[in-house]
């Protein structure tokens, strides 16, 4: 049995549409016909996202950080009420008022029923519910505590949501700064002073050197600036296929973590999304192995993804995790030293829950001043800038004044 999506004609030529559950595209159409109405289009949910992942909006095949923290809350509720499977993912699909998560749950669903497990039908949708998402519910469902690994994997994608969020906020109100800073200046340099030093030149004086810097820069904007917008939009696109290539993209993730504060951002961010992925992996009775394998996939740095890889090759024959992570030298010692507690306590999932938040913490920190000083720093630039301008403007006037005078 799997979930169809369809679109129908009543009797009155109005299209409706609607997810049914059936056995073939076959069975839904004679279904259709036997409500009277006309069927246009039959589609497997599973089919139509596949086809979405590998067609050309690549970009929007996957869900939101708040919709997959919804809905995991609400599966580890009624789990946890006791609510069998399918009935609980047709509760969540009903519960739902956006189309495309409905269709999803409906396609798990459907696999449920087929008498395959939870984390087999969230498989059926891997660009919607990732590996760590997928192993963590299996070993719920392994050791017969799913409701409780739901509402720990409910519990870290909301914090991972939040740790996004505060983010975002954070870099908010720079980006705005800066973009009304540049459309303040570029005005400024295009039109205003134009048509202000027009006055100068027709006089026939003898220009301050600041005027006749601005008079060239805002003549070079007036005449090039949209071929310097397309440079550098042609550049940025380069540099962004240069780094698609594993060589370049690995050289430039190592040249971040060489550079003073960024080095210590990328450490940090990578490091926390490490450590709160094996927490959870770990708590929920994934294997060592698999769970380092999974949580490799998180970090986005490539030389710190590989020495988590050459790490789970030690654990494998039998080193401890955290002397083999301090090998690398890319990990704060701090989360190295949590880690190796843990081992030696037979406490590495609370270990590493405390490494995590310890991390996010030291983010966050380093975030709000570097956002802090940014403010103060963009708003005496864009002062210093204006400033050149007006003199640039009123060094003519007083040169003039002198003259009369």
């Known amino acids: 049995m799997g979930a169809f999506e369809y679109a129908a004609l009543d009797s009155a030529g109005k299209e409706k549409k609607g997810l049914l559950e059936g056995d073939s595209p076959r069975q839904i159409r004679q279904m259709l016909r036997d409500k009277g109405l006309i069927p246009l289009r039959v589609e497997e949910v599973a089919q139509k996202e596949s086809a979405r992942r590998q067609g050309s909006f690549r970009m929007q095949r996957g869900i939101s950080a708040t919709d997959l923290a919804l809905l995991t809350r609400q599966l580890a509720t009624l789990s946890r009420s006791g609510l069998p499977l399918d009935e ?3 509760t969540v699909a009903k519960q739902t008022d956006k189309p495309r998560l409905k269709r999803l749950m409906m396609g798990v669903r459907a696999k449920v029923v087929e008498g395959h497990s939870l984390a087999e039908g969230l498989g059926s949708f891997p660009h919607v519910f990732p590996d760590l ?8 469902e392994q050791s017969g505590h799913l409701d409780a690994v739901l509402e720990r994997l409910a519990d870290y994608t909301e914090s991972r949501q939040q740790l996004q969020q505060r983010m975002q906020l954070a870099l908010f109100y720079p980006i705005i700064l800066t973009v009304i800073a540049v459309s303040v200046v570029t005005g ?10 027009e006055v100068f030149i027709s006089s026939g004086q003898k220009l301050p050197t600041l ?4 008079i060239a820069i805002s003549d070079f904007l007036r005449n090039y600036g949209l071929f310097l917008l397309a440079g550098l939009f042609a550049t940025g696109l380069g540099i962004g296929k240069l780094l698609q290539q594993p060589g370049p993209r690995r050289k430039y993730h190592r040249f971040l973590l060489r550079l003073p504060v960024v080095g210590k951002l990328v450490r940090g961010m990578n490091t ?16 060592v192995l698999e769970a380092l394998r999974i949580s490799s996939a998180v970090v986005s740095n490539i030389p710190m993804r590989e020495a988590v890889e050459e790490a789970a090759l030690r654990v494998r024959e039998g080193a401890a995790l955290g002397k083999s992570l301090e090998r690398s030298g890319f990990f704060p010692p701090i989360t190295v030293n949590l880690i190796s507690s843990g081992e030696v306590s037979g406490k590495l999932e609370e270990m590493l829950e405390r490494a995590a938040a310890n991390q996010e913490r030291e983010l966050e920190t380093i975030t709000a001043m570097l956002m802090g000083m ?9 002062g210093v800038v204006v400033m050149l301008i007006v003199l640039a403007i009123l060094l003519p006037v007083l ?5 009369i005078g």
């Open 88 to 90: 609980a993912t047709a």
């Open 133 to 140: 998402y997928r192993a963590t519910v299996a070993a719920g």
């Open 272 to 287: 926390a999304r490490f450590a709160r992925t094996l927490s959870i992996l770990a708590a929920s009775g994934v294997p």
């Open 374 to 382: 940014l403010e103060p720093i963009m708003i005496l630039v864009m």
């Open 188 to 197: 400024l340099m295009t039109y205003v002073v134009p048509k202000v030093v």
């Open 399 to 403: 040169n003039m004044s002198n003259l």
């Open 211 to 214: 005027t006749v810097v601005m």
